[in-house]
């Protein structure tokens, strides 16, 4: 049974015995400003059942307290219609989700995404289901839905239980490879699944994660946030050192493995707090560490350049 009691033991990767209580804790809008000439209760019904499919299900064998459940945000964003299915949606799925820091009020970011290549067919009289071995259904472009859903929610734990045990989030992560190798399919009209369609989708991200390539980042998240993060309190010179040592790991990383979707992944959750943890350094000593940020994480090169 996996409990997140920090300050009695460091949690084996282990999974345990079946148990009833849901992890996810989420919270989900549907924007539907640029659909015209629907029926507003099909958004309403839209968002009901994505939130009691993720909320709903039982997407582990581990029993999770309410105060252990993993919070998160769905943003659920239709930019359009697709041409000839009226229950057809063109869209943008944002994702953000956070665990509780050890001692503390403040909760710390696991993942920030925005994934710009959802497609997918809904109708408000179906229920939403999914099944780990038979990802595509019967319908690919209403499976697509649950199999995106189903997919980040697997990140999301993954990453949550790498945070508390080393690569604790292994099993989590192979069951995401698993949406991937058995995605649903209909002609060009469903992407976002295939290696050969890009090298920023949802096939590099989980295909990372996996890597051996890319083992010493999932080292620094684990060091981070347990070793870093939760003993803020207690030691907390040693454990931004910890996190501050961590940098030039994932500085090398991003060397040997340029233009990475999974450091980019990582970044988009964690940028913030490496800049207030850098912040907080004499200004004589943050030059190195906001240097390497900055090489490492591109997009928000301009506020880690503003540390030195």
């Not at 993720?54 to 029993?63: A, F, V, Y």
């Not at 909760?107 to 809904?122: A, E, G, I, Y």
């Not at 499976?143 to 949550?160: C, E, K």
């Not at 994660?209 to 981070?224: E, G, I, K, T």
């Amino acid at each position: 049974m996996l409990k997140k009691l920090f300050n009695i033991f460091v949690i084996a990767s282990t999974l345990c015995s079946a148990a009833t209580a849901q992890e996810m804790n989420c919270k989900v809008r549907v924007l539907h400003d640029k659909i015209q000439g629907v029926d507003q209760e099909v958004f309403t019904t839209m968002e009901r059942s994505i939130m009691s499919f993720l909320n709903s299900r039982k997407w582990t064998t581990d029993e999770f307290g309410v105060n252990e459940k993993i919070d998160c945000n769905i943003l659920l964003n239709l930019t359009g219609r697709m041409n000839g299915d009226n229950d057809g949606y063109q869209a943008t799925l944002s994702i953000q989700a956070s665990r509780p820091v050890f001692n503390a009020s403040y909760t710390t970011p696991t993942v920030n995404f925005v994934d710009r290549d959802v497609l997918f067919h809904f109708s408000q009289y179906t229920t939403m289901d999914f099944d780990d071995s038979r990802v595509a259904g019967n319908d690919p472009l209403a499976s697509n839905l649950t199999a995106i859903l189903a997919y980040y929610t697997y990140i999301v734990l993954g990453l949550d239980y790498d945070s508390f045990a080393k690569d604790g989030g292994t099993p989590f992560y192979k069951k995401a490879q698993n949406i991937v190798n058995n995605a649903p399919e209909q002609g060009k009209t469903i992407t976002g699944w295939k290696a050969v369609e890009g090298n920023r989708n949802r096939y590099w991200i989980i295909d990372q994660l996996l890597s051996p390539r890319f083992q010493a980042l999932r080292d620094v998240w684990y060091s981070m946030h347990r070793e870093g993060l939760d003993n803020m309190y207690a030691k907390p010179q040693e454990a931004k050192q910890k996190i501050l040592s961590g940098i030039a790991t994932l500085a090398q990383v991003q060397k040997e493995n340029p233009s990475s979707v999974l450091m980019q992944f990582i970044f988009n959750a964690k940028s913030d707090e490496y800049v207030k943890i850098v912040s907080q350094l004499p200004k004589a000593e943050r030059a190195p560490y906001a240097t390497q940020l900055a090489q490492i994480d591109v997009t928000n090169a301009a506020k880690y350049n503003a540390l030195k």
